[in-house]
């Protein structure tokens, strides 16, 4: 009886009989796997796919959990009728993901077929674990497969061109698990060992590492002619997902370190910024107080050392903390725009170390300078007044001392005359006396003021002159008092003696005013030239010429005296009324013109002096006043000028800006030391001069704050504009609209101006109204472009808060949904999950800031972590 096949058919059936019935195994246990790795997640788990599916319970729970939708509550009866049901509404939650399951019926489910089940499930994995692999728009399985060859390229052993083949000797496995995590093999060394070596370490290290069930046997993979291709795209899928996860976690993780980076540069700026500026604050503080209230000098050397001093503070000290000050506020303007690019609040400096605190400060010191500058010039004119003062008190002192001594023998004599001649003669000379005496009377008054304005000018031995100008006074007194007891008896005795020689007393009296004058004169002849300047030496030259015309006035009474007396000299041995004699007046007249040729040698020498300081002065003058027009050009051009082009354009022409002014510092130099040649001259004021060495010191240190300032300002601008995305062309309509309302260049704007100047870059402000005048709108914004309320709005916090929509920082909420991917989707992360996916220095800053999450053990609040950074 003939068969109706062929025999010679009957082995290649056999054989497929048997492949098909191999994968049917390795899908049965790839695909309960991949079941169990989904139903653990509610507990449960299957053994065996054809009967733990028949009563619908697990299946609608794995459809529940593959497609995050909620189903129909199962059936709790065990009746065929009821699991039909279940398995029914499984069947419509999947259809209802546009999923068609062909031939899938509920009572083929339910009969426990097996290759229906199969179908059904790879269709699961199909839809819901490989559908959206997407690889440069290929299809699922083309997708797959090109990201597996990209991955394992350049392997040795690796050569990926199927779901079946490709993978039996372990290499594909080996090589995607190194590619992504090499801290878990080492590929080279697998590489030697044998295929099955390589499949259980690679099964084995998904599985413990990763997450991911094994789902393959290694001795099918190995035996078989061809593994499965479903089983095997199954659990090669569990590894795109497993690492597009890590890949997740490692953006999370690098958003995160980029941010605390930046948290923590922010941190070290503001700490900078608060020792450098407390620094400032107290020297300033320090010098304020050196300065103030400084108290008179009693002696010359005390004042110059001052001086020297205080030339050495203005030349090396105070430099450096101009350059601090200028350095300081541009390291506050970057740090403000840092912050503001990055969401972050603006820094609030404490009270006393703001910038303009240090402003406020810094102007009150310049004040204080110059106060004290006025101080010790007024200082060097007191004490050398005090010094002339003095001289003219010891002259006079000693003249009317000397005077005093030798009238002491006549007022105290007690000779009262023998006869009529010598009665009338003592009468006379007591006559004589008492007119010489009272020629002196303002003597002591003259030396009494001058004693006066030393003490009122606070002349360090006052005391002492005082002393002395008393103790004269009360001589002249005792003196003029003896001459008065002399003169009463004197008159006794002239009842009885009424003879004088009227001629002798005419001498006597006449010689005595002469004597006086000359004197007098002397004095003033004697005292010391002190000139300071051409004015003062023309003011002493008027004065010698009134002394000389005065002296003319003199001479002919002088002359008239000498001839009296040495008429009377032939006549007589002596006068007994008077000391003086033609040849003591004579004397007096010759050393008088001693005196003025003297004076005249003097002032010779006084012009040709005043001469060489007024050379020196307006040689200085000369020199600065081109110079200090030119810085105050320089100043106004600078002010004035206003660059086109590019920022990098515009920063290079301040930065040649800058080199410019720095050739200003040579000519300064040369300033300097014209300066210190009037100044070794004694020379304390240069009426020739516009400008003094420290205003050009000032203008100087002024320029180089301009430039260092517009280099920062254009330096922010190119921060801002490259971190903000604004074009060079809308950063140049803003600055044409911040000028426009800068009414008067200040390059600041007022609240009125900056509203107006917003309008008109069309930012939407609502209308003020109400009678109030409430504006809360603006009043918003003005609170983030002017934080500390100085009620001016520059243009850098102008441009900052027009970029604010186009920056592209990381906000609040980016920052915690980082933290939410390498917390596995909690509320709350742990260390061990910190320090997995962060660099070491990063893991360490966190835990050291993080506060623990209440009522989870081990566990950190993060969110309250991100709300502190965001929010401080």
């Known amino acids: 009886m003939m068969t109706s096949s062929n025999p010679r058919d009957q082995p290649v059936h056999d054989e497929a009989k048997l492949l098909d019935q191999q994968w049917e195994r390795q899908q049965v246990k790839s695909f309960s796997a991949w079941v169990n790795s989904h139903l653990t997640k509610a507990g449960m788990a299957v053994e065996d796919l054809s009967e733990d599916f028949k009563d619908g319970k697990k299946l609608i729970k794995l459809v529940e959990l593959i497609s995050n939708e909620q189903l129909a509550k199962p059936e709790k009866g065990k009746m065929r009728l009821h699991h039909i049901q279940n398995l029914n509404t499984a069947l419509k939650g999947i259809e209802a993901k546009n999923v068609?399951?062909?031939?899938?019926?509920?009572?083929?489910?339910?009969?426990?077929?097996?290759?229906?089940?199969?179908?059904?499930?790879?269709?699961?994995?199909l839809r819901f674990q490989i559908a959206d692999i997407s690889v440069e728009e290929m299809s699922a399985k083309e997708g797959l497969l090109l990201w597996c060859q990209r991955k394992t390229a350049g392997y040795a052993g690796c050569d990926v061109k199927n779901f079946h083949?490709?993978?039996?000797?372990?290499?594909?496995?080996?090589?995607?698990?190194?590619?992504?995590?090499?801290?878990?093999?080492?590929?080279?060394?697998?590489?030697?060992?044998?295929?099955?070596?390589?499949?259980?370490?690679?099964?084995?290290?998904?599985?413990?590492?990763?997450?991911i069930p094994q789902m393959l046997d290694t001795a099918d993979m190995i035996q078989e002619t061809r593994p499965d291709e479903r089983s095997v795209m199954t659990y090669v899928a569990m590894y795109y997902h497993a690492f597009a996860?890590?890949?997740?976690?490692?953006?999370?993780?690098?958003?995160?370190?980029?941010?605390?980076?930046?948290?923590?540069?922010?941190?070290?700026?503001?700490?900078?910024?608060?020792?450098?500026?407390?620094?400032?604050?107290?020297?300033?503080?320090?010098?304020?107080?050196?300065?103030?209230?400084?108290q008179p000098f009693a002696t010359t050397d005390a004042l110059q050392e001052k001086n020297t001093e205080f030339g050495e503070y203005k030349k090396s000290e105070r430099p450096p903390k101009s350059d601090e000050k200028v350095s300081l506020e541009a390291h506050y303007s970057t740090l403000q725009t840092k912050l503001r690019l990055n969401n972050r609040p603006p820094y609030n400096a404490e009270?006393?170390?703001?910038?303009?605190?240090?402003?406020?400060?810094?102007?009150?010191?310049?004040?204080?300078?110059?106060?004290?500058?006025?101080?010790?010039?007024?200082?060097?004119?007191?004490?050398?007044?005090?010094?002339?003062?003095?001289?003219?008190?010891?002259?006079?002192?000693r003249f009317f001392e000397k005077w005093i001594q030798g009238k002491q023998e006549i007022a105290s004599s007690d000779n009262v005359g023998h006869d009529l001649p010598s009665v009338q003669a003592l009468v006379r000379q007591l006559k004589a006396f008492r007119g010489d005496v009272k020629a002196h009377h303002e003597r002591p008054k003259q030396l009494a003021t001058i004693a006066q304005q030393l003490q009122d000018g606070g002349y360090e031995d006052a005391e002492g002159v005082q002393a002395r100008a008393n103790e004269i006074a009360a001589s002249y007194d005792n003196l003029n008092n003896a001459a008065t007891a002399r003169k009463t008896a004197l008159e006794e005795s002239l009842a009885k003696h009424e003879q004088l020689d009227e001629q002798l007393l005419d001498f006597a009296t006449r010689a005595s005013n002469i004597v006086s004058w000359c004197e007098g004169t002397?004095?003033?002849?004697?005292?010391?030239?002190?000139?300071?300047?051409?004015?003062?030496?023309?003011?002493?030259?008027?004065?010698?010429e009134a002394t000389k015309a005065d002296i003319d006035a003199h001479a002919q009474e002088q002359q008239d005296v000498i001839a009296l007396g040495t008429q009377l000299e032939g006549e007589c041995v002596e006068n007994p009324y008077?000391?003086?004699?033609?040849q003591s007046v004579q004397a007096l007249a010759d050393e008088i013109s001693e005196l003025v040729t003297q004076r005249d040698a003097q002032f010779v020498e006084q012009k040709a002096l005043q001469e060489s300081r007024e050379k020196v002065c307006k040689e200085y003058a000369e020199y600065a006043n081109p110079l200090g027009e030119q810085l105050d050009a320089k100043i106004a051009e600078i002010r004035s000028t206003e660059h086109s082009g590019s920022l990098e354009e515009q920063l290079a022409a301040e930065k040649e800006t800058q080199?410019?002014?720095?050739?200003?510092?040579?000519?300064?130099?040369?300033?300097?030391?014209?300066?210190?040649k009037v100044s070794a001259e004694g020379i304390t004021q240069n009426p020739h001069a516009q400008y003094t060495s420290d205003e050009i010191a000032a203008r100087i240190e002024q320029l180089n704050g301009m430039c260092t300032k517009n280099i920062n300002t254009l330096e922010n601008q190119i921060l801002m504009r490259d971190q903000s995305g604004i074009s060079e062309e809308k950063m140049q309509e803003y600055k044409e609209s911040f000028k426009f309302f800068d009414k008067n260049r200040s390059g600041v704007l007022d609240r009125l101006e900056f509203r107006s100047c917003l309008l008109s870059t069309g930012y939407d402000l609502p209308d003020v109204k109400g009678n109030d005048g409430a504006d809360p709108a603006f009043d918003l914004v003005m609170a983030v472009v002017d934080p500390e309320g100085t009620g001016q709005v520059s243009f850098e916090a102008f441009a900052d808060f027009a970029a604010r929509d186009k920056q592209d920082a990381t906000s609040s909420d980016q920052f915690k949904e980082s933290f939410k991917i390498i917390a596995g989707d909690k509320d709350y992360i742990t260390e061990e999950e910190i320090r997995r996916d962060m660099s070491p220095a990063t893991a360490d800053y966190i835990m050291s800031v993080i506060k623990p999450k209440e009522g989870v053990e081990g566990g950190l609040d993060y969110l309250a972590f991100t709300d502190e950074i965001f929010q401080s």
Not at 198 to 204: C, E, I
């Open 245 to 294: 996860g890590m890949g997740k976690t490692e953006e999370a993780a690098r958003r995160l370190e980029t941010v605390l980076s930046m948290n923590r540069e922010f941190q070290e700026m503001i700490k900078d910024y608060d020792t450098r500026s407390s620094t400032l604050m107290e020297w300033l503080s320090a010098k304020q107080a050196a300065f103030e209230q400084p």
């Open 659 to 676: 080199s410019v002014v720095e050739e200003f510092n040579a000519k300064a130099d040369g300033a300097h030391e014209l300066a210190s």
């Open 578 to 582: 008077t000391q003086h004699s033609a």
């Open 100 to 125: 068609r399951l062909v031939g899938t019926s509920a009572e083929e489910i339910a009969d426990g077929n097996m290759k229906i089940i199969l179908g059904m499930i790879w269709v699961l994995i």
């Open 522 to 544: 002397q004095e003033d002849l004697m005292e010391s030239l002190h000139v300071r300047t051409m004015q003062m030496f023309e003011n002493e030259v008027k004065t010698f």
């Open 351 to 397: 009270q006393g170390v703001l910038i303009s605190d240090i402003d406020t400060a810094w102007k009150q010191l310049e004040q204080t300078e110059k106060d004290y500058a006025v101080f010790l010039e007024n200082e060097s004119t007191r004490l050398e007044k005090l010094q002339r003062l003095s001289q003219r008190f010891e002259a006079k002192a």
């Open 165 to 211: 083949t490709s993978w039996q000797d372990g290499n594909a496995f080996c090589a995607l698990i190194h590619k992504h995590r090499p801290d878990l093999l080492t590929y080279d060394e697998l590489h030697e060992q044998n295929p099955e070596t390589r499949l259980n370490t690679a099964f084995k290290v998904a599985e413990q590492h990763l997450d």
